[in-house]
C-alpha cells in the first residue's frame, strides 16, 4: 500500500525537480559572487591593539600614582603630589590609546582599499 504512493510519474517529477533546483542553486552562487564581504584574516590583530590599550591605561595611572606616591615621601607633601599625578598619569595613558587606536585604524583604512 506505501507503494501505492510512489508512481511512475511521481519518480519522472523527481527529474525535474533536481533540474530546477540545480538552475535555483546556479541563480544564486551567481547573486552571491558581486556581494561576497571581503576576507577576514584574524582577529589577533584587534585583540592585540585591545590588550595595549588596556595596558596602556594601567600604566598610566600605576605609573603616575607610584611617581606621586614616591615624590610626596620625598619630600614631605603627604597626598597632594600624589592626587595630582594620578590624573596626570591617566592622561598620558588615554592619549597613548588613542595613539595606538589611531595607528590600528590607519593600518585597516590602508589594507581595505582596492589593490592595497
Known amino acids: 500500500m506505501g507503494d501505492d ?4 510519474k511521481t519518480r519522472g517529477d523527481t527529474d525535474g525537480d533536481r533540474k530546477r533546483l540545480d538552475d535555483l542553486d546556479d541563480r544564486l552562487r551567481e547573486a552571491r559572487k558581486g ?3 571581503p576576507a577576514r584574516t584574524s582577529n589577533r590583530r584587534e585583540l592585540g591593539v585591545a590588550y595595549r590599550v588596556m595596558v596602556e591605561m594601567i600604566v598610566g595611572v600605576g605609573v603616575g600614582g607610584f611617581l606621586g606616591w614616591w615624590l610626596d615621601t620625598w619630600f614631605g607633601t603627604a597626598p597632594i603630589l600624589l ?3 594620578i590624573p596626570l598619569g591617566f592622561a ?3 592619549l597613548n590609546a ?3 587606536i589611531r595607528a590600528y ?3 585597516v583604512e590602508r589594507n581595505e582599499r582596492p589593490g592595497g
Not at 504512493?5 to 511512475?8: A, D, E, I, L, N
Open 83 to 85: 592626587v595630582t599625578l
Open 105 to 107: 585604524s590607519a593600518g
Open 92 to 94: 598620558a595613558g588615554g
Open 35 to 37: 556581494s561576497e564581504p
Open 5 to 8: 504512493r510512489f508512481s511512475s
Open 98 to 100: 588613542y595613539r595606538a
